[in-house]
């Protein structure tokens, strides 16, 4: 792990809790609407950590922030999707040499076989959602399914988020982050079940 890079968990941690702050600033919508658009294509944090406690504070706009959220997440893809499709040569080196290369190498296999279902799948787990927007773009995946793919995978977790929050309080904001990504892992691992068992049965094995 190199010191003074995103990958730095000092650097991580600080940029954690900064935009947890955030949170509680007056313009959070603002800010979280950003922090959500810059996700989907460079910033390391996600988007839920200022999602939760904005939801837990004002419980009545949850549902209006889950979609404020999506919504610029979804913006956010295209510029990611933008930067494989016409600028990858500038930041592949950088890619190559991050934590990301092995996600992204594989996230580039899995589109040329699955496409809109890994772009949906991509938008619900913990995996960087980053990764997967800058990789619809390297192999040109049609946009519209990129578009749709993803406003359905990013709105259910968003909306899983607010709900949990609205449900539960305060205990469900403290549980959130794990709940979350272990539904993520989860749903994950369950399509990768089935995709290997369709593929077994459906070759005749």
């Given amino acids: 792990m190199r010191k003074g890079t995103l990958f730095d968990g000092h650097l991580l941690q600080r940029l954690y809790d900064q935009v947890l702050a955030w949170a509680a600033h007056p313009k ?23 999602l939760g406690p904005m939801c837990l504070a004002r419980p009545t706009k949850a549902w209006h ?30 890619l190559m040499s ?21 772009i949906l799948l991509a938008g619900f787990t913990p ?16 946009v519209i399914p990129f578009l749709f793919g993803s406003a359905v995978g990013r709105g259910a977790r968003f ?14 904001a403290q549980r959130l982050r794990r709940w979350v990504d272990t539904a993520g892992w989860i749903v994950l691992i369950m399509v990768l079940i089935a ?6 049965f459906g070759s005749g094995h």
């Fill in 98 to 118: 991050s934590a990301y290369a092995d996600i992204f190498l594989s996230a580039v296999d899995a589109f040329e076989t699955w496409g809109f279902w890994y």
């Fill in 127 to 142: 995996i960087p959602y980053k990764v997967f927007t800058v990789g619809a773009g390297v192999i040109g995946m049609p």
């Fill in 28 to 50: 959070a919508p603002v800010i979280m609407s950003g922090l959500s658009f810059a996700e989907s294509s460079f910033f390391p944090v996600p988007p839920d950590v200022m």
């Fill in 159 to 172: 909306f899983l988020v607010a709900g949990l929050v609205r449900a539960m309080g305060e205990e469900g």
């Fill in 65 to 94: 922030f889950a979609a404020l959220c999506t919504l610029s997440s979804v913006l956010g893809g295209l510029l990611g999707y933008a930067i494989g499709r016409w600028a990858f040569q500038w930041m592949e080196p950088w």
């Fill in 195 to 200: 995709g290997g068992a369709w593929w077994y």
